[in-house]
T-cell receptor, first 118, second 116 residues
Framework: GAVVSQHPSWVICKSGTSVKIECRSL??????MFWYRQFPKQSLMLMAT?????????EQGVEKDKFLINHASLTLSTLTVTSAHPEDSSFYIC??????????????FGPGTRLTVL | AQSVTQLGSHVSVSEGALVLLRCNYS??????LFWYVQYPNQGLQLLLK??????LVKGINGFEAEFKKSETSFHLTKPSAHMSDAAEYFC??????????????FGSGTQLTVLP
């Protein structure tokens, strides 16, 4: 149980285009989903926290107009990188928190999406 | 606020040797602590977690960690390294506050290399 998928697993796009990444909780309902960004050989940096049915909360320094997050249902959150540029190339990882997690704050992570902007 | 420091960005051990990955935390309130493993181009897999119950926590793949409040540490150990243990390991902390944002703060990671 507690499986999180991401689609696509990798994407290459041209500079100036937009890219949408999906994060799905396959066997549980996720009231909260998180989006992280990871540069090579570095740690995960939290970009935003999204709760189903409400606006995402972005971390300081993350442009919300550039990284659009939609948490439309209890099993799906999407991250859209708008007008992507080469500096947006990174590994994007989502995680989901199950209602069953209780107070343990356990997050279940997706496999990540490798974005390369040419 | 909370933070995590992982000492040693790279650790190398011989196959069969003891694995010790260090993690120290800073938290203004009692923390929850986690160790995750990441294989190349993959997401994170939970190894183990401390949630204020037993201070010695056993996880998957033979790993364990001990919460030491006096030392603010949560070091990860495994008695005998296996080649398949080679990966990146992250220590993470979150606040044990009911109804909190439940955000994880990650350490910088430790790359474990297992030598034959």
């Amino acid at each position: 149980g507690a499986v999180v998928s991401q689609h696509p697993s990798w994407v290459i796009c041209k500079s100036g285009t937009s890219v949408k990444i999906e994060c799905r909780s396959l066997d549980f309902q996720a009231t909260t989903m998180f989006w992280y960004r990871q540069f090579p050989k570095q740690s995960l940096m939290l970009m935003a926290t999204s709760n189903e049915g409400s606006k995402a909360t972005y971390e300081q320094g993350v442009e919300k107009d550039k990284f659009l997050i939609n948490h439309a249902s209890l099993t799906l959150s999407t991250l859209t990188v708008t007008s992507a540029h080469p500096e947006d190339s990174s590994f994007y990882i989502c995680s989901a928190m199950s209602r069953r997690s209780g107070t343990y704050n356990e997050q279940f992570f997706g496999p990540g999406t490798r974005l390369t902007v040419l | 606020a909370q933070s995590v420091t992982q000492l040693g960005s790279h650790v190398s051990v011989s196959e069969g040797a003891l694995v010790l990955l260090r993690c120290n935390y800073s938290s203004s309130v009692p923390p929850y602590l986690f160790w995750y493993v990441q294989y190349p181009n993959q997401g994170l897999q939970l190894l183990l977690k401390y949630t204020s119950a037993a201070t010695l926590v056993k996880g998957i793949n033979g790993f364990e960690a001990e919460f030491k409040k006096s030392e603010t540490s949560f070091h990860l150990t495994k008695p005998s390294a296996h080649m398949s243990d080679a990966a990146e390991y992250f220590c993470a902390v979150s606040l044990a506050l009911p109804g909190s944002a439940r955000q994880l703060t990650f350490g910088s990671g430790t790359q474990l290399t297992v030598l034959p």
